[in-house]
């Protein structure tokens, strides 16, 4: 069975400073997605960034970015010039690509942005 | 386009009551996936349907909880009789095959 887990319960940094949020997965298979999913107060789970395991090339959108190592099982995302509005929970989820699609999440970490 | 569908967004009940949670996703949309929030923990898989097929329920207490997802779009999730600790965020999502999946606001649940 696959497990992910984030050793971070809590994080804060300042607004404009970079921080990294790190995530560790464990499977057996060879063909799957990784996500960061951002859950503010208002609970709805929103899409942050996704990368596809057999790409070696690490994915980014805006100021959202990701170190994925294959061989280590880790999946940190990082957030250049934090804003008050990435307050929120994140949480890393593996998908698998093949058989049950089961989407599996870590326990979260609580990001708050300071002024 | 239309994002996953829930209601009622609250609910409170008191114990041993039951309680029915209502779920539409994206149009098109395959899987159909509930999941249990507790707070301050990480989504925890109840159900997965594929079409109008359970994937996997694995961890769905089936003395309590039960689930359907008629016709292979709209989806309900049933609880009799409540407990105290089933108190959480009841969470509805909806995936193409292999691609992200999107997520409803949720039904925020209190067991009294």
């Known amino acids: 069975a696959q497990t992910v887990t984030q050793s971070q319960p809590e994080m804060s940094v300042q607004e404009a400073e970079t921080v990294t949020l790190s995530c560790t997965y464990d499977?057996?298979?060879?063909?799957?997605?990784l996500f960061w999913y951002k859950q503010p107060p208002s609970r709805q789970m929103i899409l942050v960034i996704r990368q596809e395991a057999y790409k070696q090339q690490n994915a980014t959108e805006n100021r959202f970015s990701v170190n994925f190592q294959k061989a280590a099982k880790s999946f940190s995302l990082k957030i250049s010039d934090s804003q008050l509005g990435d307050t929120a929970m994140y949480f890393c989820a593996f998908m698998n690509r093949q058989g049950a699609q089961k989407l599996v999440f870590g326990q979260g970490t609580r990001l708050t942005i300071n002024p | 386009e239309a994002g996953v569908a829930q209601s009622p967004r609250y609910k409170i009940i008191e114990k041993r009551q039951s309680v029915a949670f209502w779920c539409n996703p994206i149009?098109?949309?395959?899987?159909l996936y509930w999941y249990q929030q507790i707070l301050g923990q990480g989504p925890k898989l109840l159900i997965q349907f594929q079409n109008n097929g359970v994937v996997d329920d694995s961890q769905l207490p089936k003395d309590r909880f039960s689930a359907e997802r008629l016709k292979g779009v709209d989806s309900t999730l049933k609880i009799q009789p409540a407990k105290l600790e089933d108190s959480a965020v009841y969470l509805c999502a909806s995936s193409l095959s292999w691609t992200e999946a999107f997520f409803g606001q949720g039904t925020r649940l209190t067991v009294v």
């Open positions: 499977t057996s298979e060879n063909n799957y997605y």
């Open positions: 149009s098109g949309h395959a899987t």
